[in-house]
């Protein structure tokens, strides 16, 4: 993996909820919503939020439950 920056990191890295500290993508929330996207899976921000992936929750979207993923409701570096 490269050389990151983020302004944000330690603000994320308090808040944070993923359950994987050795993760390399551990407060770094546009990466780590880029690869667990990439996967087909929801973040555990996400996870915590109640929010799942909209492909894999239709009938969900269906009943117009209002829930939908943001990636500034996550990550606070993408605002």
């Known amino acids: ?35 667990h996207h990439g996967q087909g899976d929801p973040t555990a921000c996400e996870k915590k939020a109640g929010l799942s992936m909209p492909k894999a929750d239709k009938k969900k979207q269906a009943a117009g439950d209002g829930k939908t993923m943001r990636l500034m409701d996550f990550a606070s570096c993408a605002g």
Not at 2 to 7: I, V
Not at 9 to 27: A, Q, S
Request: with cysteine.
């Open 1 to 35: 993996m490269t050389a990151k920056r983020c302004h944000h990191l330690k603000r994320n890295l308090e808040d944070c909820p993923c359950e994987h500290d050795d993760c390399p993508r551990r407060g770094y929330c546009c990466e780590c919503i880029r690869w």
